[in-house]
């Protein structure tokens, strides 16, 4: 199904669930919603951190329709989370009862599109595997900061049989615009994380120390948490694994 | 001579003239300042032009001291302009009487930085070897504009040997935080030039057609001339060839 049928269900509501082997083959990506007043310093935060802030696309203030989708964002997404203040307010379907024409949109690349990428290459992925959300962790890597958007990289963590390992690296880099190349390989207390198997989002993928290592991405979950960090009035994402299905192969 | 003593040197108005082939090897930067109001658009427009627009630093609103520099950039280039309303107003050797807390600047990767690697390479460059400014265009070539930001690039011309041309490609496309590979080889008539012994900026170096072809990068005129056509109320630029040098090698 092309994109344009599929982001019909969702701004029809027919369909709302997760974005995750929809559309194969076609780009997603994360959506983050702020007042103009906000829009520079974080388009300069995702500009010196571009691993965890890969920028696909950016609406200017008030735009609704994407240059890589055919789309309106304020509907076209299965499930948006809107924040007050740096708190989760609720979950919603619609954003056009909220929507101001001061929001500025930014769109980036995220990991579902390497993924795909490592899985044709034979790698294996345990939490696809095991049909578990990705490990994700806090950590106490610093980002560069921009103003009032600073704060520490969340990571998602993958682990890699050692034989797959080289490989990985090497695919993975190839996809700058959706994360890019390991920030982290090996032990992960040290880059601050506390309790690996409690991971902050997602679910902990048990494994074999001798057969695989733990490897981490910069993950796209870093700009929400340093977005709500700064404490906007108002920030709207969208929810984890709801993404803006995009018209653009990968 | 370490860049901060040559800077020093400008700050004190010892020496005011053009930095080309000043404290070599050190990355030398274009500076763009401009009110807040216009920051975030100033910075997609260069996201989305990276080729004429590569950012190597951000000032954020006030800050006069860049990272990549241990300078003051109210006083540190050797002579700076300043732009009212689109106009050029004046010229000066120091930023203090007009500085305002609420200025963003710019910081833009510079071409001296790949001539340099030319030269190294045994390239010939003809401007160099006449002592001549390089020779510079404007295009029929449309930027990506971002918000009041648009307008066609502006070019430089290098007439390259023919059989230095691949090597010449393959050193620039090095370079993408100096404009990075040529935008256009040969006919300059095919990317709007209609004078092309009377270039914009700069001087014509004239050449013999059977040993050498035209190569045209993107050059860091483009967001002077896209800035001014935005009309801002005051923009501030590096007076040309008085650029920022940096302390980072290149």
Redesign the interface.
């Given at each position: 199904m092309h994109p344009k049928e599929q982001r019909f269900k969702y701004r029809e509501n027919i369909e709302n669930g997760t974005t995750s082997g929809v559309c194969d083959g076609y780009l997603q990506a994360n959506m983050i919603s702020l007042p103009?007043k906000y829009?520079?310093?974080f388009?300069?935060f995702c500009?010196r951190n571009p691993k965890p802030c890969p920028?696909v696309d950016?609406l200017?203030a008030g735009q609704v329709v994407p240059r890589i989708a055919d789309a309106d964002i304020r509907t076209d997404l299965p499930k948006y989370r809107i924040y007050k203040n740096g708190d989760l307010e609720r979950e919603t379907y619609d954003l056009k009862d909220v929507w101001e024409d001061e929001f500025?949109t930014f769109l980036l690349g995220c990991s579902f599109t390497f993924e795909k990428a490592l899985i044709e290459a034979g790698i294996s992925l345990l939490h696809q595997e095991m049909k578990k959300v990705v490990p994700m962790y806090q950590t106490s890597i610093s980002c560069e900061d921009?103003?009032s958007f600073k704060g520490e990289m969340v990571v998602s963590m993958r682990a890699i049989k050692k034989e797959e390992l080289e490989e990985t690296i090497l695919i993975t880099s190839k996809f700058p615009h959706a994360h890019g190349a390991p920030v982290h390989i090996g032990d992960p207390a040290e880059i601050g994380i506390q309790d690996f198997e409690q991971p902050d989002y997602g679910e902990f993928t048990p494994f074999n120390e001798d057969e695989r290592i733990p490897v981490f991405w910069a993950c796209g979950v870093t700009p929400q948490y340093v977005g709500l960090n700064a404490k906007p009035e108002i920030m709207i994402t969208h929810a984890p694994g709801h993404m803006l299905i995009t018209d653009q192969k990968e």
């Open positions: 103009a829009a520079f310093e388009l300069l500009h920028v950016v200017e500025v921009a103003g």
